[in-house]
């Protein structure tokens, strides 16, 4: 028996009616994706995936930013991230920061995307440089980074 090698429950598992819209965020499902559009009339109802996963707090991108060069530029390092992440959802509503908490010397960001993740590591990099490592978990469609300066 053929088995699926990346199962993802928070993906649909068949075709949405379209249009769809979202009742928390009102992402709207048209032309077989998720868009930021004005809500048609008559458009069904169904929870997206970022709203799924918000709702179960289970994030697909964990996100932990530490170092001194983190601590000494947090808040600046902080609004490079928000700001990546309104860049992305702007034009793609499933990506989304879920939270952000303080641990000891660390930041954990948690996002309803993987690629959401990997671009704000991305980002810090290429910005600030240091140390920028990834940990994939495909069995459970999972990205752990870790940036450290």
Known sequence: ????????????????????????CGAVFHQGRWQWLRVPEGAHSATCPACHRVHDHFPAGFLTLKGDFFQAHHDEIMNLVHNEEKRERSEHPLKRIM???????????????????????????????????YHYNPGQNLLRVEWEH
């Open 1 to 24: 028996m053929w088995q699926e090698k990346e199962h993802d429950a928070y993906k649909a598992g068949g075709k949405l009616p379209e249009p769809s819209v979202c009742p928390q």
């Open 99 to 133: 939270a952000v908490e303080a641990r000891g010397d660390e930041v954990l960001v948690t996002t309803t995307d993987i690629h959401l993740a990997r671009g704000i590591g991305e980002a810090l990099h290429h910005a600030y440089r240091g140390n920028l490592e």
